[in-house]
């Protein structure tokens, strides 16, 4: 693998007690990512994340699979197509099942104690959970955090209207590389006091800080053969 590029945001390290965490990436699980076990070591390791929240579509697998044999900790997610857009399940034990509305997915993360976690809000480029859904879920109460940096995001009034939002709302403000690639871990995290925890992470988060840029550079095409993830 070529040396993973480190982002300009890295060089200062966060503060005493206090971790980074990318909220938001795939693996080659996912099935839009061909990131390896060893590549994603290699890259979290260049970026200095701490904690990685691994929320491959559709599936848990890769998650549970590489807990342990990362150089972090791993959050096991899941990022789960909706009727009406996507969204995140963070801190899960059972894998979800796609297709559920939203009121029904969000409560179904809720009862495995996981946090529900909305990436990328109001980018149509990104399947981006529909207004009205976020408003109605919002109101109900089952919203945890809301992803105001997602570094695939081109227009960067887009993740300035997720911040407001969760402002507006009091929510958690979260930050994801949303990364397919080896090269894109780092692009955007959170700095957070340590935690222990969904609880404690939620409220690590509410006093914590956004890092990152935007970056999603073309994928230049090579011919690669990728381990199967089919289970044994």
């Known amino acids: 693998m070529t040396a993973v590029e480190r982002h300009p945001h890295l060089a200062a390290p966060p ?3 206090w971790v980074r965490v990318d909220l938001h990436s795939h693996t080659m699980w996912s099935g839009d990512s061909t990131t390896t076990p060893d590549e994603l070591a290699e890259a979290v390791a260049g970026a200095g994340i701490d904690v990685l929240c691994i929320t491959d579509h559709n599936t848990i697998d890769g998650a549970l699979r590489l807990a342990g044999e990362l150089p972090c900790r791993v959050v096991v997610g899941e990022e789960l197509r909706t009727h009406a857009g996507e969204l995140i399940g963070l801190f899960l034990t059972e894998r979800l099942p796609f297709g559920l509305a939203p009121h029904d997915l969000a409560a179904r993360i809720r009862e495995q104690g996981g946090l529900v976690y909305v990436p990328h809000p109001f980018d149509p480029m990104r399947h981006n959970l529909r207004e009205a859904e976020l408003v109605e879920l919002t ?48 692009a955007a995290y959170v700095e957070v006091p340590d935690f222990d925890g969904p609880a404690s992470f939620l409220d690590s988060l509410r006093r914590g800080r956004v890092v990152g840029h935007h970056f999603d550079r073309a994928r230049a095409w090579r011919p690669r053969i990728v381990p199967s993830t089919s289970r044994d």
């Open 139 to 186: 109101r109900a109460g089952l919203v945890d955090a809301v992803e105001v940096l997602n570094a695939k995001t081109s227009l960067g009034h887009l993740n300035e209207r997720a911040r407001s939002f969760a402002d507006e709302h009091d929510l958690a403000a979260g930050a994801g590389s949303d990364a397919h690639v080896p090269e894109a871990f780092g």
């Open 15 to 17: 503060p005493p007690g």
